[in-house]
Structures are given as C-alpha cells and as structure tokens.
C-alpha cells in the first residue's frame, strides 16, 4: 500500500485500497482463528487511516526498500531478524525513512526516544547504526497519526550504539541457548511473543 500510493504519488483510491486488503488478508486467512472478527476490521480501519495519513508530497521521489535484515552468528549462518516494519523506503536525497506501527502514541507531534521501549525502537536502532541514514516515523493505529520519531537528545549516537551493543550481546547469547528475559507469570501472560518464546518453548536454558 506504502509503495503503490509512494509509486503512483497519489493517495490511493478507496476501491485500490480495498482490492489491495483483499489480496493481502485473503477471505480465508486465519479465518478458524477465535478473534478473527476483531483483528480483521481493525487491521482494515488502521490501513484506511494510514492511507490517509501517508504525505504522498514529502514522499515523492521515493523508492521502496526491500531488504531483510540480517546477522551473522558466531558460526558464520546468516539469522534474518524481523523488524516488523510497515515500509522502508529511500527518499529522494538518499536518506531511509523507516516507518513502524505502534497502537497509541503520546499527544505530541513528535514521539521522543522515551516514549518507546528498547524492543519498540529497536528497528530504527539496528538500521541506523548499519546506514546511519535513518529517518524514523512511527504511525499509530490508534489515532491514525504518522509522527516523527526523536533520536535520544545529546550523545545520540551513543544511545544507538549502546542499544544495538546490548541487541547483539542477546542475539549470541540466544544463538548459543542462552536466553536472557525476566521471565515471570504476570508479564509473560500478556506478551504477544508468549506463544513464540525461546524459553516458554523450552529451546533455551
Ligand atoms: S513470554 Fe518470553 S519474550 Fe515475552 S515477556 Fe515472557 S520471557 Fe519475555
């Protein structure tokens, strides 16, 4: 949707946004899963707003970037991290605009570095101390907002690095079966991860 409405340099119509949410979640999609009539309409009303919410002026003359982003262990395999991204794209000057979804977002125009939690800007993070071109943005489904995301005022570039230093320190601790989460019944029990954890699944120490 990003990259058509970005291509076409128009806001996209509402019959193109509509075939598009057709083919991405098809009729048939998790349609056994329990709380398929709540994700479905609001996965439908949050594109619609971002849609909306997309500056198809300030994007014009951007392309679309599909990269996976990856790392490599300490045996030399090549692990693909998933950044869970909305789009990221190259704008006319080269820079990466990176854009996120969160559900809410503060009433400001702008979200500032503590605003989101380390795993939450984690995706700029890790781009940005690889590019160093990051421009991040972060649209909330809850208002339908596109804001600006403030890099960590002062010594910002040591906020980037200390932040990927630790991600990476994780990363081979994991790879070698070592998991690092405060795991406890209260929060693991309201963890979107839960059903997907190295260590409720066992496959860590
Ligand atoms: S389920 Fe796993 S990832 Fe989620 S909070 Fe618990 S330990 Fe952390």
Redesign the pocket.
């Known amino acids: 949707m990003v990259a058509l409405s970005v291509e076409s340099g128009t806001r996209l119509a509402a019959n193109q946004l509509e075939q598009i949410l057709q083919e991405e979640w098809r009729a048939e999609h998790r349609a056994d899963h329990p709380h398929i009539d709540l994700y479905r309409p609001r996965a439908r009303h949050w594109a619609r707003m971002l849609a909306q919410a997309l500056d198809i002026q300030a994007l014009r003359g951007s392309l679309p970037v599909e990269e996976t982003f990856q790392w490599r262990d300490t045996a030399g395999v090549s692990r693909t991290l998933k950044l869970q991204l909305i789009a990221q794209l190259r704008d006319s000057t080269g820079d990466r605009i990176v854009l996120a979804l969160q559900t809410k977002g503060p009433n400001r125009t702008a979200l500032n570095w503590s605003d989101l939690n380390d795993y939450q800007r984690l995706p700029f993070v890790l781009l940005h101390e690889r590019h160093g071109d990051v421009q991040p943005l972060v649209f909330t489904g809850g208002d339908g907002q596109i804001r600006q995301f403030r890099w960590k005022r002062g010594k910002a570039a040591d906020g980037v690095s200390e932040q990927a230093s630790n991600a990476r320190r994780t990363f081979e601790r994991l790879v070698a079966g070592a998991f690092d989460?405060?795991?406890d019944d209260w929060?693991?029990d309201r963890?979107p991860?839960?059903t997907l954890?190295p260590?409720?699944m066992g496959a860590t120490s």
Do not use: I, L, N
């Open positions: 989460g405060k795991v929060t693991c963890c991860c839960r954890c260590w409720w």
